[in-house]
């Protein structure tokens, strides 16, 4: 039998997305979203932002899903039904995409790479010294799917690895702090920060001015989870006291950045265009069609929102 799904809100990868499930899925009827749409009778949404009125007019809704692994958006939508399970995107492409990430940007600020790239500008042979990845720390701030899988990265390529969370992990070779009272002491040593906790209240903000001075002086900072995190006001000027050395920011707090933000002309801060990572449409389709079985089984859900939590 053919289970019905929307995919809302999906822009230029609803075109790939469709292909995907045809190919994986084919199970699964996609139909785009499109204005005026009869959505009333489809049980299933795959949704990035859903439009004004697609909730009240969804009257068969049975399960969501999130186009991608953060589900803040969804949830700040106070149409959303409240009795319908949110089930965010975990896939291994995804993931394996972030850890390529974390991986290349870690050691893009272990090796210093603008003081070679401040060599190069002026033709200039200089010595550059750097530490052994076991005499380097790097702190990785949520321990999740993504967290726990670049950590593991960082431990195979020899680095000093410690972790964040709400709740204690024990993860081979990671040292692990948890909880407010635990973010002090994570951060003494913490010279490369990477940053990949959900958008909560709790979370928002929380790379400030407060935490980057408990950072060892000249430390790094890697932002791939979302914009809400930082006051970018105290990066810059953290950056400009030499607190904070250098930075990576995949997210921000208004994309696409405007072209006169401050950002783009800041020395050794590199910005990616919130493209750390991104969900595979075939790898997705996959995922998605065995949850829509498992949900028609009767059986548990995985990765589903608590929206208590907000992650
Ligand atoms: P998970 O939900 O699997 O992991 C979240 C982690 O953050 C958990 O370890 C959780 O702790 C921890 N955490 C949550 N709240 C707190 C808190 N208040 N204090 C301390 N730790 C906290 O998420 P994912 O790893 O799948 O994804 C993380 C985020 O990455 C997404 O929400 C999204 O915003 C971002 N992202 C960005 C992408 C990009 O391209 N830039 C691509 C994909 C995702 P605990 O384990 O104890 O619950
Ligand atoms: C995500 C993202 O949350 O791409 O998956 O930002």
Same mark, same amino acid.
């Given at each position: ?131 052994? %990845? ?66 909560? %209240? ?13 950072? %060892? ?55 990616? %265009? ?38």
């Amino acid at each position: 039998m053919k289970r019905t799904l929307l995919l809302a809100s999906a822009g230029e990868r609803a075109e790939s997305l469709t292909r995907a499930f045809a190919e994986m899925a084919p199970d699964i009827d996609v139909r785009t979203h499109a204005p005026g749409m009869d959505v009333s009778q489809i049980p299933y949404c795959l949704v990035w932002r859903a439009a004004p009125g697609l909730w009240p007019a969804m009257k068969s809704l049975k399960l969501v899903f999130t186009l991608g692994a953060g589900a803040e958006r969804l949830l700040a939508d106070p149409g959303l039904p409240r009795d319908v399970p949110l089930v965010r995107m975990v896939e291994p492409e995804l993931t394996r995409g972030m850890v390529e990430y974390v991986l290349w940007q870690s050691l893009f600020h272990h090796r210093k790479v603008w003081e070679l790239e401040a060599a190069q500008s002026c033709a200039t042979w200089r010595p550059h010294a750097y530490p052994a %990845p076991w005499d380097r720390t790097i702190g990785i701030m949520g321990l999740g799917e993504l967290g726990s899988a670049a950590a593991a990265k960082l431990v195979e390529f020899g680095f000093k690895v410690r972790g964040w969370s709400r709740s204690p992990k024990a993860l081979p070779k990671v040292e692990s702090f948890h909880g407010v009272d635990q973010l002090p002491a994570f951060l003494a040593a913490t010279e490369i920060l990477v940053c990949l906790l959900p958008l909560t %209240p709790e979370t928002r903000g929380i790379l400030n001015a407060a935490l980057f001075a408990q950072l %060892p002086r000249g430390a790094s900072v890697i932002n791939a989870a979302r914009g809400g995190h930082l006051v970018e006001a105290d990066l810059s000027a953290a950056m400009a006291s030499g607190q904070i050395a250098a930075a990576t920011l995949d997210v921000f707090a208004t994309e696409p950045l405007p072209p006169d933000h401050p950002f783009w002309s800041t020395e050794r801060l590199y910005i990616t %265009p919130h493209n750390a990572s991104i969900t595979d449409p075939r790898s997705a389709a996959w995922r998605i069609s065995n949850q829509v079985a498992k949900f028609e089984a009767g059986e548990a859900l995985e990765n589903v929102v608590d929206r208590q939590r907000g992650y």
